[in-house]
Structures are given as C-alpha cells and as structure tokens.
C-alpha cells in the first residue's frame, strides 16, 4: 500500500488513512470507535503531535521519510490488525496517558467517567481514605483514583506480575507511585486484614462463545484478563462472595461485567444489583453496597 502522492500533510494523512481503514473494515473499540478517529489517533501520536494541535501544524508539509513512516504505520494496521494503543504504546484514560503493551489490556472502561466524578453521589469523597482496584492491569483506574481522591491511600492487585511491572511503570509517570501500594494477589488472597471504601474491578468477564468470536484485533490482548469460563462469571461470582470482608461498613462494589451483564442478572436474579449509566457510553458496571453484600 503506498500513499498519493498528493498525501503530503498531517490532515492529508488522516483523511487518507480514514479511507483506508473503512476499506478495510476494521475493527474499532480500543479508544476509539470509528475510522475517522482511528486515523486521527494513529497519526497524530505516530506524529508526536498534541490532539489538540491547530491548523498551521495540520496542514504542514511532511518529510519525505516522514511520509513513509506514516504510510508503514497505516500498513501495519491494516495488514496486522494490531490496535493502534500497542503500536504507539499510549493508550488514554480519563484524560491521561498510560504506557501499555501486549502485557495488559488497553484501558477503555466506562469506569473513567465514575473516577472524574469521584463516584458521586455514592459516596462522599471526603471521607473516602482507602480504595483497592482488582485486577489493575496498566493500572489505569487505580491511577486515575489516586489522582481523584489525592489523600486517599489506593491498593492495586493483579495476579500477573507482567501486569504489575507495566502499572508500576504508569504510577511513576503519573507521580503516584507514593500513594499506590502494588499487591500480586489472587483476588483478595494477600489483603487479610485490609478494609476499603471503594473496591472497584473490571475483572475478566469474556463467555466462551464471545471468545470464539472476538476480531482480531483483541486477539492482540492478553488472553487470561478477557476469558472468564462459560459464561463470563467465573471472577464475578467470587468478588459476590468475598468482597463484604473487606469492605468498611458504608463502603461500595463497583463491578465492570460488560456484556455478560444479562448471565449476571439471570444467574443471580434477586441480587439487587444497581446498573449504572454513563453519559459518555458505557454499560454493565454494577454497584453493590456492602451493607446488601452482606444481606446476600
């Protein structure tokens, strides 16, 4: 594949990567959710340019070997349907960048709306002191908490110690790494004793049939942080179990389960589960309290 000739600016490249993606028929969902933003998010950041660049910059004249490199960067997102979060090793969350790579799943959760509210009106955000992610992966939402509640002291855990390397690397870009205590732990097995007031996960929640099916493009993500048993549950049905012994008495559960929302429902259907809703897009993000955990 090689790019017009009359291609030879920043905004030329977009369009003309927009074209090509469409052509393509690619899949989107790792930031971005059309071709147009796709093009913008690849060539901008294979540019090193602000996403809130000007004109002037747009429509500059590109070196010839920047030109190829923007034209190699296309091909290989086309030909190799590796999502463009990998390729830049950058993905977005909440307005902030985060180093990620084939080790961790690109951060994309409705979560980041929660955050940028402080959870209200679940909870006070004064009052809020100590806050635990599962499943942390890049360690973006653990981040992102830090950044929210600035005296609250954040626990992230994963079972990967892959994982853990990449968030311990985000939480030093990001100034936190003070503040975040990084735990490799089975769900809750190496926090005895530790009570919060926010527990939030977005743990593996892919059925199999799903699995069978995903594009090629999340076949790039670490397969263990996305299979979740027949029916997506197997992780969810133990944070129902375990989470009440580490919650404070008004703390909240904050769950992501995605599209296995409706196996949740039917396998537990008096569960008072709270579906959530996000201006931004988003679903399948449940909030239990521990006071109805504890009643379950």
């Not at 996305?226 to 008004?250: H, M, P």
Request: aromatic fraction near 10%; include cysteine; charged fraction near 25%.
């Amino acid at each position: 594949m090689n790019s017009p000739l009359e291609v030879n600016t920043p905004y030329q490249f977009i369009l003309w990567a927009e074209q090509c993606f469409d052509e393509a028929d690619l899949c989107f969902g790792h930031g971005t959710d059309n071709a147009y933003d796709e093009a913008v998010y690849l060539i901008l950041g294979g540019l090193n340019l602000s996403y809130e660049i000007d004109d002037t910059q747009l429509n500059q004249s590109l070196s010839n070997d920047v030109k190829e490199k923007m034209t190699a960067l296309v091909r290989h997102r086309i030909e190799n349907r590796e999502p463009v979060a990998y390729m830049l090793n950058e993905a977005w969350f909440c307005g902030l960048p985060f180093y990620v790579d084939e080790r961790v799943l690109v951060p994309r959760s409705p979560i980041a709306e929660l955050i940028s509210e402080q959870f209200s009106p679940w909870v006070e955000p004064e009052k809020i002191s100590h806050i635990l992610d599962v499943g942390t992966g890049s360690g973006c939402i653990a981040i992102a908490c830090a950044l929210a509640f600035p005296e609250a002291c954040v626990d992230a855990i994963d079972i990967n110690n892959d994982a853990l390397a990449v968030a311990d690397e985000n939480s030093r870009r990001h100034g936190v790494f003070d503040r975040l205590r990084l735990v490799r732990s089975d769900l809750y097995e190496n926090l005895k004793g530790q009570r919060y007031d926010i527990i939030i996960a977005n743990p593996p929640y892919v059925d199999a049939e799903e699995m069978a099916n995903l594009p090629p493009e999340f076949r790039h993500e670490p397969k263990f942080a996305l299979q979740a048993g027949e029916d997506g549950l197997d992780i969810v049905r133990k944070l129902l179990i375990e989470s009440s012994s580490f919650l404070n008495a008004s703390g909240v559960l904050i769950v992501e389960v995605g599209n296995s929302q409706e196996a949740l429902i039917e396998a537990f259907p008096h569960h008072p589960f709270m579906w959530l809703e996000f201006e931004q897009g988003g679903h399948g993000v449940f909030l239990l309290t521990a006071e109805q955990l504890d009643a379950l």
